[in-house]
Protein backbone atom coordinates (compact mmCIF):
# COMPACT_ATOMS: atom_id res chain seq x y z
CA UNK A 1 0.00 0.00 0.00
CA UNK A 2 1.10 3.54 0.08
CA UNK A 3 3.31 4.32 2.45
CA UNK A 4 5.81 7.55 4.34
CA UNK A 5 8.50 5.79 5.59
CA UNK A 6 11.99 6.33 7.06
CA UNK A 7 15.43 5.03 6.57
CA UNK A 8 16.49 5.02 10.17
CA UNK A 9 15.15 5.67 12.97
CA UNK A 10 18.13 7.73 15.03
CA UNK A 11 20.80 9.63 13.83
CA UNK A 12 23.40 10.78 15.96
CA UNK A 13 25.97 14.02 14.75
CA UNK A 14 28.40 16.44 16.17
CA UNK A 15 27.43 19.87 17.20
CA UNK A 16 28.38 21.89 13.86
CA UNK A 17 28.08 19.20 10.89
CA UNK A 18 25.41 19.22 8.65
CA UNK A 19 22.97 16.25 9.22
CA UNK A 20 21.00 14.44 6.66
CA UNK A 21 17.49 12.84 7.74
CA UNK A 22 16.10 10.30 4.60
CA UNK A 23 12.38 9.61 3.69
CA UNK A 24 11.14 7.15 1.51
CA UNK A 25 7.68 7.73 -0.63
CA UNK A 26 5.16 5.48 -2.55
CA UNK A 27 2.61 7.92 -3.58
CA UNK A 28 3.39 9.41 -6.63
CA UNK A 29 0.22 11.64 -6.75
CA UNK A 30 1.13 13.57 -3.71
CA UNK A 31 1.19 16.94 -3.97
CA UNK A 32 3.59 18.77 -1.20
CA UNK A 33 6.12 17.13 0.91
CA UNK A 34 7.17 18.20 4.70
CA UNK A 35 8.89 18.20 7.40
CA UNK A 36 7.98 18.45 11.25
CA UNK A 37 10.36 18.94 13.87
CA UNK A 38 8.50 17.66 17.39
CA UNK A 39 10.78 18.26 20.29
CA UNK A 40 9.86 16.26 23.80
CA UNK A 41 6.54 16.75 25.12
CA UNK A 42 5.46 18.95 22.40
CA UNK A 43 3.20 19.09 18.98
CA UNK A 44 5.17 18.77 15.64
CA UNK A 45 6.15 22.66 14.24
CA UNK A 46 6.71 23.23 10.72
CA UNK A 47 10.08 23.18 9.28
CA UNK A 48 10.44 23.31 5.54
CA UNK A 49 7.92 21.98 2.87
CA UNK A 50 8.30 21.53 -0.89
CA UNK A 51 5.70 21.13 -3.83
CA UNK A 52 5.93 17.90 -5.87
CA UNK A 53 7.16 19.89 -8.99
CA UNK A 54 10.20 21.10 -7.74
CA UNK A 55 13.66 18.84 -7.11
CA UNK A 56 15.28 21.57 -4.34
CA UNK A 57 14.22 24.21 -1.64
CA UNK A 58 16.31 26.00 1.00
CA UNK A 59 15.47 27.33 4.04
CA UNK A 60 17.26 28.90 7.24
CA UNK A 61 19.66 26.28 7.18
CA UNK A 62 17.52 23.35 6.31
CA UNK A 63 17.66 22.58 2.44
CA UNK A 64 15.03 19.74 0.70
CA UNK A 65 15.95 17.97 -1.94
CA UNK A 66 13.15 15.53 -3.87
CA UNK A 67 14.38 12.73 -6.36
CA UNK A 68 10.76 12.00 -7.62
CA UNK A 69 12.71 8.96 -9.99
CA UNK A 70 13.15 7.07 -6.99
CA UNK A 71 10.80 8.33 -4.76
CA UNK A 72 13.41 9.55 -2.04
CA UNK A 73 13.11 13.26 0.07
CA UNK A 74 15.85 14.00 2.07
CA UNK A 75 15.94 17.07 4.76
CA UNK A 76 19.62 18.78 4.81
CA UNK A 77 20.49 20.58 8.57
CA UNK A 78 23.78 23.05 7.89
CA UNK A 79 25.99 23.71 11.38
CA UNK A 80 24.00 21.33 13.72
CA UNK A 81 22.71 22.38 16.73
CA UNK A 82 22.05 21.08 20.26
CA UNK A 83 18.48 22.82 19.50
CA UNK A 84 17.98 20.94 16.68
CA UNK A 85 17.96 17.44 18.61
CA UNK A 86 14.08 16.11 18.26
CA UNK A 87 12.07 14.13 16.31
CA UNK A 88 11.82 14.57 12.74
CA UNK A 89 8.86 13.57 10.81
CA UNK A 90 8.65 13.90 6.89
CA UNK A 91 4.96 13.91 5.28
CA UNK A 92 2.79 14.15 2.36
CA UNK A 93 -0.37 15.09 1.16
CA UNK A 94 -2.39 13.97 -1.39
CA UNK A 95 -4.55 16.10 -3.63
CA UNK A 96 -7.66 15.06 -1.46
CA UNK A 97 -5.84 17.30 1.26
CA UNK A 98 -4.98 14.51 4.17
CA UNK A 99 -2.23 14.43 5.48
CA UNK A 100 0.27 11.76 6.23
CA UNK A 101 3.40 10.75 7.95
CA UNK A 102 6.50 8.73 8.05
CA UNK A 103 7.74 7.13 11.51
CA UNK A 104 9.98 9.97 12.39
CA UNK A 105 13.65 10.00 13.08
CA UNK A 106 15.02 11.23 16.31
CA UNK A 107 18.18 13.25 16.21
CA UNK A 108 21.06 13.49 18.48
CA UNK A 109 23.54 16.32 18.63
CA UNK A 110 26.61 15.84 20.34
CA UNK A 111 28.05 18.67 21.52
CA UNK B 1 1.15 30.45 17.86
CA UNK B 2 -1.31 29.45 15.92
CA UNK B 3 -4.86 29.41 18.09
CA UNK B 4 -4.95 25.75 18.73
CA UNK B 5 -6.34 24.98 21.79
CA UNK B 6 -7.45 20.83 22.77
CA UNK B 7 -8.99 19.67 25.68
CA UNK B 8 -8.72 18.05 27.98
CA UNK B 9 -4.87 17.45 28.21
CA UNK B 10 -5.01 14.46 30.12
CA UNK B 11 -7.69 11.83 30.68
CA UNK B 12 -7.85 8.63 32.72
CA UNK B 13 -10.68 6.65 31.59
CA UNK B 14 -12.11 2.80 31.63
CA UNK B 15 -12.86 0.57 29.09
CA UNK B 16 -16.00 0.42 27.25
CA UNK B 17 -17.02 4.56 28.77
CA UNK B 18 -17.38 6.94 25.80
CA UNK B 19 -14.76 9.80 25.58
CA UNK B 20 -14.83 13.30 23.68
CA UNK B 21 -11.60 14.90 22.62
CA UNK B 22 -12.42 18.80 21.60
CA UNK B 23 -10.13 20.84 19.52
CA UNK B 24 -10.63 24.60 18.83
CA UNK B 25 -9.22 27.08 16.59
CA UNK B 26 -9.11 30.59 16.46
CA UNK B 27 -7.74 30.52 12.87
CA UNK B 28 -10.17 30.37 10.56
CA UNK B 29 -8.33 27.62 8.83
CA UNK B 30 -10.64 25.26 6.75
CA UNK B 31 -8.64 22.16 7.18
CA UNK B 32 -8.44 20.39 10.99
CA UNK B 33 -6.91 16.81 11.42
CA UNK B 34 -6.78 14.56 14.43
CA UNK B 35 -3.90 12.21 14.87
CA UNK B 36 -2.40 9.42 17.37
CA UNK B 37 0.67 9.25 18.31
CA UNK B 38 2.15 5.70 19.65
CA UNK B 39 5.88 4.80 19.82
CA UNK B 40 6.90 3.02 16.93
CA UNK B 41 4.36 4.13 14.71
CA UNK B 42 5.06 8.40 14.58
CA UNK B 43 1.70 10.28 13.70
CA UNK B 44 -1.36 8.53 12.59
CA UNK B 45 -4.54 10.21 10.81
CA UNK B 46 -7.65 9.04 12.45
CA UNK B 47 -9.81 11.55 10.82
CA UNK B 48 -10.11 14.84 9.01
CA UNK B 49 -12.25 17.62 7.74
CA UNK B 50 -12.09 20.01 4.94
CA UNK B 51 -14.88 22.18 5.71
CA UNK B 52 -17.90 22.42 8.50
CA UNK B 53 -19.99 18.81 8.25
CA UNK B 54 -17.37 18.09 5.53
CA UNK B 55 -15.35 14.79 7.21
CA UNK B 56 -13.12 12.17 5.74
CA UNK B 57 -11.68 8.97 7.22
CA UNK B 58 -8.06 8.45 7.70
CA UNK B 59 -5.61 5.44 8.16
CA UNK B 60 -6.85 4.38 11.40
CA UNK B 61 -10.36 5.36 11.62
CA UNK B 62 -12.08 2.52 12.93
CA UNK B 63 -13.44 2.94 16.78
CA UNK B 64 -13.67 7.12 16.02
CA UNK B 65 -16.21 8.98 14.99
CA UNK B 66 -16.05 12.66 14.41
CA UNK B 67 -18.21 15.96 14.03
CA UNK B 68 -17.65 19.88 12.36
CA UNK B 69 -20.53 21.97 13.26
CA UNK B 70 -18.42 25.13 13.41
CA UNK B 71 -15.31 25.98 11.51
CA UNK B 72 -13.70 26.35 14.98
CA UNK B 73 -14.51 23.31 16.28
CA UNK B 74 -13.43 19.33 15.76
CA UNK B 75 -14.44 16.77 17.85
CA UNK B 76 -12.91 13.46 18.40
CA UNK B 77 -15.16 10.95 19.95
CA UNK B 78 -14.47 7.05 20.88
CA UNK B 79 -17.87 5.48 21.54
CA UNK B 80 -17.01 2.89 23.43
CA UNK B 81 -13.09 2.95 24.66
CA UNK B 82 -10.34 0.30 24.47
CA UNK B 83 -7.20 -0.01 25.70
CA UNK B 84 -5.84 0.03 22.10
CA UNK B 85 -6.85 3.90 22.00
CA UNK B 86 -4.58 4.35 24.96
CA UNK B 87 -2.63 6.80 22.61
CA UNK B 88 -1.78 10.75 23.00
CA UNK B 89 -3.79 12.62 20.40
CA UNK B 90 -2.83 15.74 18.41
CA UNK B 91 -5.07 17.98 16.75
CA UNK B 92 -3.91 20.08 13.67
CA UNK B 93 -5.09 22.82 11.42
CA UNK B 94 -4.22 23.82 7.48
CA UNK B 95 -5.46 26.57 5.68
CA UNK B 96 -6.16 24.22 2.76
CA UNK B 97 -4.56 22.26 -0.16
CA UNK B 98 -2.32 25.10 -1.34
CA UNK B 99 0.43 24.74 1.76
CA UNK B 100 2.33 22.13 3.49
CA UNK B 101 2.15 23.66 6.70
CA UNK B 102 -0.51 22.75 9.12
CA UNK B 103 -0.52 23.68 12.73
CA UNK B 104 -0.24 21.48 15.91
CA UNK B 105 -2.06 21.62 19.06
CA UNK B 106 -0.22 20.65 22.52
CA UNK B 107 -1.47 17.33 22.39
CA UNK B 108 -4.43 14.78 24.55
CA UNK B 109 -3.15 12.25 26.77
CA UNK B 110 -6.15 9.57 27.04
CA UNK B 111 -5.24 6.42 28.96
CA UNK B 112 -7.66 3.72 29.34
CA UNK B 113 -7.72 1.10 31.82
Known amino acids: GESVGLHLPTLSVQEGDNSIINCAYSNSASDYFIWYKQESGKGPQFIID?????DKRQGQRVTVLLNKTVKHLSLQIAATQPGDSAVYFCAETSTRGDMRFGAGTRLTVKP | DAGITQSPRHKVTETGTPVTLRCHQT?????MYWYRQDPGHGLRLIHYSYGVKDTDKGEVSDGYSVSRSKTEDFLLTLESATSSQTSVYFCAIGAGRGTGELFFGEGSRLTVL
Open chain 2, 27 to 31: ENHRY
Open chain 1, 50 to 54: IRSNM
